[in-house]
Structure formats: structure tokens, C-alpha cells
């Protein structure tokens, strides 16, 4: 069964931190990985796609790594802020698994200032 | 990217009735979806919704519960039908261009059923 975990469930760091968010998938015979972010009450926003065929993806203070051999993808924040604070979600699009993202369940950031 | 527009946004429901759920796109796309997310949990499939032709939907959910239409490339509607207090959950529009493209999604709508 291919299935995605994320790891820790919660974290809770002070303003400023660099940070990372650990997410592992069962099979490496992946699509692509997915970050978003989930505010509460809101929907999903999409942070960084990795492709495969990629090593990792930037955008500002965020970098997305994969490896899909050990079957880990990790995202960094860099100097996190109060506004970083929300639920960080990774999906996986395995390749037999046809288009449907797998979900982890999340990691719940606390940034305090 | 495309924005996705979801009504209603919240509903408390009756038990044993249904509501349609709609989502509207403003730029065509190749791909749209339906996903679950049960209290506490994370996002479950429940079908791709295919322009034109029956839903393909996921392992543990039939067309009779969750009748879905998608008549053209920008709209999309869920229905969750005879609903019990079970289904209580948020129910969220996605989209993708092509394959290679990221996957967004709309704002949810949050189900309550009495």
C-alpha cells in the first residue's frame, strides 16, 4: 500500500529558526511530491512541486529536497516567521497510483514571536 | 494559476438529505477532483471528475452517495447525497493543467450534518 507520513506531527519554534519538515512515501516510484500549506479554516495552497527527475525546488525562504531512493523528501524554512504558522502538507503522486495525490497527514507549525 | 471558486463555503445539513456542492474554475483546465477531509484527518480522493462522462471514482466511494457532473472544462459539482452524521467533513475542489503542473485547490466547503 503506498502511504505518506510525516514527521513530527507538531513543532513548535520561535521566530527566526531555520526549520525542517520531514516527509517519507512507501514506494519510490514516484511522479512528483507536492508541499502545501493549510491555514485554518481555508483551503490548500500550493508551496513547491518536485518533478521526479528534480533533486529539490526554491522558492523565497522555502527549499523542497527529494530522494526518492531512500523514499524522503524534506521542505526548509529559513528564518521563520509568525505568519509561517499553519499545517504543511506533503503528497505524493505515485506512478501506480494514476493521478490521486497521497496525503500525509501533516505537520502543525507554531512560529512565536 | 487558476482560481477556483467553491458554494457553499459552510452548510449544516438535515440528516437524509442532499446538497450539491459546486466549483467553478476561471480558466479551463484538463483536470479536476473531489477530496475529503474527515475531521482531524488528512485529504482523501473521491473521484476525478471527467468532462463529458461518468466520475472515476476511489476505492470506498460509489456514484449513488457522491454524484458528480462536470459539464465543461471550468465547472464541476459534488453531490453528497442522503447524508448522515458520518459525512460531516470538508469537501474540496482541486485542479491541474497538464501533468507536469502543480495541483491548487479551492477554499473547501464544510459540511455539518444534525
Known amino acids: 500500500k503506498q502511504e505518506v507520513t510525516q514527521i513530527p506531527a507538531a513543532l513548535s519554534v520561535p521566530e527566526g529558526e531555520n526549520l525542517v519538515l520531514n516527509c517519507s512515501f512507501t514506494?519510490?516510484?514516484?511522479?512528483?511530491l507536492q508541499w502545501f500549506r493549510q491555514d485554518p479554516g481555508k483551503g490548500l495552497t500550493s508551496l513547491l512541486l518536485i518533478q521526479s527527475s528534480q533533486r529539490e525546488q526554491t522558492s523565497g525562504r522555502l527549499n523542497a529536497s527529494l530522494d526518492k531512493s531512500s523514499g524522503r523528501s524534506t521542505l526548509y524554512i529559513a528564518a521563520s516567521q509568525p505568519g509561517d504558522s499553519a499545517t504543511y502538507l506533503c503528497?505524493?503522486?505515485?506512478?501506480?497510483?494514476?493521478?490521486?495525490?497521497?496525503f500525509g497527514k501533516g505537520t502543525t507549525l507554531s512560529v512565536s514571536s | 494559476s487558476a482560481v477556483i471558486s467553491q458554494k457553499p463555503s459552510r452548510d449544516i445539513c438535515q440528516r437524509g438529505t442532499s446538497l450539491t456542492i459546486q466549483c467553478q474554475v476561471d480558466s479551463q483546465v484538463t483536470m479536476m477532483f473531489w477530496y475529503r477531509q474527515q475531521p482531524g484527518q488528512s485529504l482523501t480522493l473521491i473521484a476525478t471528475?471527467?468532462?463529458?462522462?461518468?466520475?472515476?471514482?476511489e476505492s470506498g466511494f460509489v456514484i449513488d452517495k457522491f454524484p458528480i457532473s462536470r459539464p465543461n472544462l471550468t465547472f464541476s459539482t459534488l453531490t453528497v447525497s442522503n447524508m448522515s452524521p458520518e459525512d460531516s467533513s470538508i469537501y474540496l475542489c482541486?485542479?491541474?493543467?497538464?501533468?507536469?503542473?502543480?495541483?491548487?485547490f479551492g477554499d473547501g466547503t464544510r459540511l455539518s450534518i444534525l
Open positions: 482541486s485542479v491541474r493543467g497538464t501533468e507536469n503542473q502543480p495541483q491548487h
Open positions: 471528475a471527467n468532462q463529458g462522462s461518468e466520475a472515476t471514482y
Open positions: 514506494d519510490s516510484a514516484i511522479y512528483n
Open positions: 503528497a505524493v503522486r505515485f506512478n501506480q497510483a494514476g493521478t490521486a495525490l497521497i
